[in-house]
């Protein structure tokens, strides 16, 4: 049986990978607390407790305001924390599955980005991503970077929990309307890593992939949506209103810092989801799973 310590475990998808089942893999999570990649002696002391054939790597600086001001710890986990893991995991023939994100791109191409598109980073956040990519690219030709976007869920802190906390509050509210995305559920993304790793361990597949809802949407359409679905499950009765604004005007709203983000980080996921034999999902279906559970 394949043995898959994930890093990281606390977080969106770590949560979302340990709930998954599956007969062949035996997930063993760490929390930042169990193993901070950014301590290369800690790393070495885990993976020989635990002995796994693979890491799929959630760890990660995401406070994406924050970065533009905490710079070298962005970079000392998003780079330096992915360089510890793919030098532990190479000496000890560990295979490494690491996520990124569409924050890598600078949002403006017209259509959802390939593999392929040229990476160009527009805040600190995606810049400390790209350059933990590199780092691995060139460190470790053999391992798996997964790019996903707008993760939502029940679990942790996300755009959808927020959205409904304030519905459920009663909260008039304004959302950035010129900004497009791929939301992806943590659970669907989850299963798709599931699939993925055996064929991974097999070297069937390698390099990157990007792992997203199949179609596009903006903050505010999927605001509306969390809205619709959540009067058709009778979680909220009251018309709250939500307004469309520009993130010019958002900026202009916030009294601390605000990273400027692309316009289009939409993500074209046909390469991931041909790999593991899955349809793809529209970014309402990607919402509807975070009623489902």
Not at 73 to 78: E, G, M, T
Not at 150 to 172: R, V
Not at 267 to 285: G, T
Request: aromatic fraction near 8%; glycine fraction near 6%; proline fraction near 3%.
């Amino acid at each position: 049986m394949l043995r898959v310590l994930i890093t990281g475990a606390e977080g969106q998808l770590g949560q979302a990978l340990m709930a998954q089942a599956p007969s062949n893999i035996e997930f063993v999570g760490c929390s930042q607390a169990e193993l901070d990649i950014t301590d290369i002696s800690q790393i070495e002391r885990i993976f020989l407790l635990k002995k796994p054939h693979i890491i799929i790597n959630c760890a990660a600086y995401t406070a994406v305001d924050k970065a533009e001001d905490n710079i070298e710890q962005a970079y000392l986990v998003n780079e330096q924390g992915v360089k510890n893991l793919a030098r532990v995991c190479k000496r000890k023939n560990i295979k490494l599955v690491h996520l990124s994100t569409d924050y890598v791109f600078s949002g403006k191409s017209k259509s959802a980005y390939k593999e392929s598109d040229l990476t160009e980073p527009i805040n600190i956040y995606g810049g400390s991503k790209l350059a933990g990519e590199n780092a691995l690219s060139i460190l470790n030709k053999n391992a798996l970077i997964i790019r996903s976007s707008w993760l939502i869920s029940t679990y942790g802190h996300n755009f959808f929990k927020t959205i409904l906390s304030a519905l459920e509050s009663n909260k008039d509210l304004q959302v950035v309307s010129d900004q497009v995305g791929t939301p992806t559920n943590a659970n669907v993304l989850a299963n798709w890593i599931t699939l993925a790793l055996p064929l991974f361990w097999h070297g069937k597949i390698h390099g990157v992939y990007h792992a997203a809802a199949a179609t596009a949407c903006s903050w505010y359409e999927l605001a509306v949506e969390i809205q619709r679905l959540a009067k058709e499950k009778g979680l909220i009765s009251t018309a709250t209103t939500i307004s469309a604004i520009s993130s010019e005007q958002f900026a202009a709203k916030q009294s601390g810092l605000v990273a400027p983000r692309p316009s289009n980080s939409s993500l074209y996921p046909d390469k991931f989801l041909k790999a593991v034999s899955e349809p793809s999902v529209s970014w309402q279906a990607m919402v509807k799973e975070c009623f489902n559970l």
